[in-house]
T-cell receptor
């Protein structure tokens, strides 16, 4: 079965500092998308960033960037200059060749002022 | 862009009644929509995949007669929880797919909190 694993149930960071959330996945597909979604206390799932497996260049969206290591099947999210509004549950996900998303267990990120 | 709405956001109902939840893609057409259920402090659990104009595909263990899904147009999918019971109380989230195939991105609605008394 296709799996996505987030090994950090909780993470915390000081405001304005940088934090990295880890994600590994297992797939036999050659082309797929990887995603990071954010779920704040409102519980609205918000797309943070996505990466197409064929692209070697790591995706970036303002303060958010990924470190995509295809051979290692690793897809970590780096948040720079952390802000209080970044506090949320973060889910890593992959569509792995199919329409269905496979989600990781989530990492709860706390921002300390 | 890529906005998905969901209605209602909150519903409280008596046991035995049916509840309908609507999911709309507001600024794009979605051939495929998805319905998830999320328990507190857990990840999302896919219930079913809804394709416009055809029957929904349910995940293993999800009762299709209990959770009726209709995808009547490219912008609207509905989930009806029939004869709801307290164990159906949960947070239900829909998403709509943009892009298609292996490069599809799902955009999520704000969710519906269902409480069955």
């Amino acid at each position: 079965a296709q799996t996505v694993t987030q090994s950090q149930p909780e993470m915390s960071v000081q405001e304005a500092e940088t934090v990295t959330l880890s994600c590994t996945y297992d797939t036999s597909e050659s082309d797929y998308y990887l995603f990071w979604y954010k779920q704040p206390p409102s519980r609205q799932m918000i797309l943070v960033i996505r990466q197409e497996a064929y692209k070697q260049q790591n995706a970036t969206e303002n303060r958010f960037s990924v470190n995509f290591q295809k051979a290692a099947k690793s897809f970590s999210l780096k948040i720079s200059d952390s802000q209080l509004g970044d506090a949320a549950m973060y889910f890593c996900a992959s569509n792995q060749g199919a329409q269905k998303l496979v989600f990781g267990q989530g990492t709860r990120l706390t921002i300390n002022p | 862009g890529a906005v998905v709405s969901q209605h209602p956001s909150w519903v409280i109902c008596k046991s035995g009644t049916s509840v309908k939840i609507e999911c709309r893609s507001l600024d794009f057409q979605a051939t495929t929509m998805f319905w998830y259920r999320q328990f507190p402090k857990q990840s999302l659990m896919l219930m079913a995949t809804s394709n416009e104009g055809s029957k929904a595909t349910y995940e293993q263990g999800v009762e299709k007669d209990k959770f009726l899904i209709n995808h009547a147009s490219l912008t609207l999918s509905t989930l009806t929880v029939t004869s709801a019971h307290p164990e159906d109380s949960s947070f239900y989230i829909c998403s709509a797919g943009l892009g298609g195939g292996t490069l599809e991105t799902q955009y999520f609605g704000p969710g519906t909190r269902l409480l069955v008394l």
